[in-house]
């Protein structure tokens, strides 16, 4: 084993103040640890935010795609429209609920699904359209809901990049699709672990409530209420994915701190650009006039072709001279699970396929200083010109 990086710079670090420590301190000594009052409180705040009609906290967004699907109808065996260049998240909850994933391939400059592709895929089975803001770059949601509305499919969209991102003059959530974002620790605000399913549609969301805590009909924080006891129901078999409190404390600190970071993201992205477009050995990602990116991810894809060496190794100098790194995504058509029990091929996905070998990510977060991104820079261009062909 090498030695550690003395100064080494992480992939990410999350940004805490004493408003999250004291509102977890307090949640601590209110007694009440799960959903609750906070969890409340952060739904409102969420909701407010993002425009969305209503707001259901979850224990990740994982469990909030899997609300979204669970309370829509459908047939086993039913097909969903989605980017393959995503984490195995965004599909995971259609494949327990027996839909079946149908890749269509990206667009470069922003990564996000090609929507000219997307007519290709529909069948008689196609349900779903399931579009990843990638990196927090909205997808052309206008476009999206012109195919949806002449095919009859429902759109549900993974959000989870992009928290604060616009969509002509909207903050992703408020487009009336349901919506699911992640506060996982390395996203643009976190909770440690939790999700949000944002939903315009007031029975489905009482449908997702229900079903998010065990398929019981009332919240358990309501059952102890001064009102007096009440019983619960048990409606439908559902699931554990409700958050708590000591999870909303901190997200109702993140989410006030929301504008403020995503400035800097937006900030550091350009610094990022202005330093790499010029440069033949990588490609940048470009911004559409209709999105104000969330900027969760800066990429580059390499032009491999005008290096002496790999993606990997590429990853591997860069680590060793300080710089954490990460890799968005492998595309999942080329995952061992997908190349064992589906038929996607190589040349019907060729850019995916290309960029996964192709892709990196830099450090892009708001507790790195100006100071922080010119190292990177530094480094990026240093590792670069030793390694020109
Ligand atoms: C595109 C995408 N979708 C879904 C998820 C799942 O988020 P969570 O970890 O909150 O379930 C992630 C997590 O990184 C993601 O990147």
């Keep these: 084993m090498s030695e550690p ?3 080494f710079l992480p992939y990410h670090r999350s940004w805490f103040d004493d408003d999250e420590i004291n509102e977890v301190v307090d949640t601590l000594k209110s007694g009440w640890l799960t959903t609750g009052p906070k969890t409340k409180q952060f739904e409102e705040d969420f909701r407010a935010f993002t425009g969305c009609g209503h707001a259901v906290a979850v224990s990740s967004c994982t469990a909030a795609l899997h609300l979204a699907f669970a309370t829509q109808s459908f047939e086993t065996g039913d097909e969903v429209i989605t980017t393959p260049m995503t984490f195995p998240a965004t599909v995971n909850p259609a494949l327990h609920l027996g839909l079946k994933p149908v890749f269509v391939d990206i667009e470069p ?6 929507l000219a592709k997307v007519e290709e895929k529909i069948t008689p089975r196609t349900r779903f359209l399931l579009p990843v803001h990638f990196g927090g770059h ?20 993974d959000g989870a990049h992009a928290l604060g991102a616009g969509y002509r003059g909207q903050r992703i959530g408020g487009h009336g699709h349901p919506v699911a974002f992640s506060f996982y620790a390395n996203k643009n605000i976190t909770t440690g672990e939790g999700g949000m399913l944002a939903i315009s549609d007031a029975a489905l969301e009482e449908e997702a409530r229900v079903l998010r805590l065990q398929g019981i009909s009332k919240d358990a924080w309501k059952r102890y ?26 997200g109702i600190h993140q ?16 610094i990022y650009t202005e330093a790499f477009k010029p440069m033949q050995e990588v490609e940048t990602p470009e911004v559409r006039h209709y999105t104000d990116p969330a900027w969760h991810i800066y990429w580059l894809a390499l032009n491999l072709e005008t290096l002496t060496i790999s993606r990997d190794e590429f990853l591997n100098i860069m680590q060793s001279r300080g710089i954490g790194m990460a890799v968005h995504y492998r595309a999942l058509h080329l995952q061992p699970y997908f190349r064992n029990h589906f038929d996607y ?3 019907d996905l060729p850019l995916a396929s290309s960029y996964s070998e192709r892709l990196v990510s830099l450090p892009l977060y708001p507790r790195m200083t100006e100071a922080d ?4 820079i530094d480094t990026v261009q240093a590792v670069i010109h030793e390694h020109r062909r």
């Design 225 to 250: 209420s001064k009102d007096g006891f009440a019983h619960y129901e048990l409606q439908t078999p559902g699931y554990k994915y409700n958050m708590a409190d000591l999870n909303a404390a901190l």
């Design 373 to 376: 991104v010119q190292r990177v």
């Design 5 to 7: 990086h003395p100064d």
């Design 255 to 270: 989410l006030k701190k929301a504008e403020r970071f995503h400035e800097i993201r937006k900030r550091y992205a350009q």
């Design 345 to 347: 091929s190589l040349e």
């Design 138 to 157: 909205a997808c052309d949601l206008d476009r999206l809901r012109d195919i949806a509305g002449r095919h009859n499919l429902t759109i549900i969209e």
């Design 109 to 114: 400059g922003t990564l996000n699904i090609d």
